[in-house]
C-alpha cells in the first residue's frame, strides 16, 4: 500500500518568513495530493491540492510542488503570519470511487511573533 | 462551517457504556468516512461507505460498529471501548466517480473521545 513520509514533524518560523514542509510518497499511482491544515480544537481542513499532471500550484501565499519522478510533493508558505500556526497534514491518493487516502504524520507550524 | 456536522463535540464515557457518534453532510455526496486522531500517529481510516455499502474496514475493532442509513448519515457505535480508544474521532465525506485524478475529502470538525 502507499506510505506517506512527511517531515520536519516541528517547524517554527519567524513571522513575514518562509515556510517549507516536505512529502514522498512510495506508490507511482497515486495521482492526488491534497494539503490540510488543521487548527486546535477542529477538523482537517483542505488548503490547496495537486493533481498530477501538474508541476506546480500557486493560491495566494501557499503554494506547493510535485515532482512525479522522485515522488516528492511539497507545500511552500510565503509572508507567514501567526494565523498560520496549525499542523498542517500532507496526502495521497489514487482516483476512482470512494479516495483511499494516506496521511502523513504532520507537521506543527509555530508562526513566532 | 464545513459542510460535514459531527455531534457530539464532546463525549466521556465509561467502559462499559454505550454510546453513538453522529454525522451528517450537506454536501450531497456519495462516500462517507471514519477517521481515527490519535497523538503522534497518522490519520488512521476505520471505516468507508460509498454508495451506503461498506466498502472498507480497516481491521478496526468490533467494538467499534458503522451504521450509514443513506448517503448524508453516517453513525459510529461505541460498546465496552478502552482508555486507549480515547482519541479524536473525524468524519469526513467526499464525491465518488471513476476515472479522473482523485477528488477532495472534507472533514467535519471532529468528535472527542475519553473513556474512563
Known amino acids: 500500500g502507499e506510505n506517506v513520509e512527511q517531515h520536519p514533524s516541528t517547524l517554527s518560523v519567524q513571522e513575514g518568513d518562509s515556510a517549507v514542509i516536505k512529502c514522498t510518497y512510495s506508490?507511482?499511482?497515486?495521482?492526488?495530493f491534497p494539503w490540510y491544515k488543521q487548527e486546535l480544537g477542529k477538523g482537517p481542513q483542505l488548503i490547496i491540492d495537486i493533481r498530477s499532471n501538474v508541476g506546480e500550484k500557486k493560491d495566494q501565499r501557499i503554494a506547493v510542488t510535485l515532482n512525479k519522478t522522485a515522488k516528492h510533493f511539497s507545500l511552500h508558505i510565503t509572508e507567514t503570519q501567526p494565523e498560520d500556526s496549525a499542523v498542517y497534514f500532507c496526502?495521497?491518493?489514487?482516483?476512482?470511487?470512494?479516495?483511499?487516502?494516506?496521511f502523513g504524520i504532520g507537521t506543527k507550524l509555530q508562526v513566532i511573533p | 462551517e464545513t459542510g460535514v456536522t459531527q455531534t457530539p463535540r464532546h463525549l466521556v464515557m465509561g467502559m462499559t457504556n454505550k454510546k453513538s457518534l453522529k454525522c451528517e453532510q450537506h454536501l450531497g455526496h456519495n462516500a462517507m468516512y471514519w477517521y481515527k486522531q490519535s497523538a503522534k500517529k497518522p490519520l488512521e481510516l476505520m471505516f468507508v461507505y460509498s454508495l451506503e455499502e461498506r466498502v472498507e474496514n480497516n481491521s478496526v475493532p468490533s467494538r467499534f460498529s458503522p451504521e450509514c442509513p443513506n448517503s448524508s448519515h453516517l453513525f459510529l457505535h461505541l460498546h465496552t471501548l478502552q482508555p486507549e480508544d480515547s482519541a479524536l474521532y473525524l468524519c469526513?465525506?467526499?464525491?465518488?466517480?471513476?476515472?479522473?485524478?482523485?477528488?477532495?475529502?472534507?472533514f467535519g470538525e471532529g468528535s472527542w473521545l475519553t473513556v474512563v
Open positions: 496526502a495521497a491518493s489514487s482516483s476512482g470511487g470512494y479516495q483511499k487516502v494516506t
Open positions: 506508490d507511482s499511482a497515486s495521482n492526488y
Open positions: 469526513a465525506s467526499s464525491p465518488t466517480g471513476t476515472g479522473g485524478t482523485g477528488n477532495t475529502i472534507y
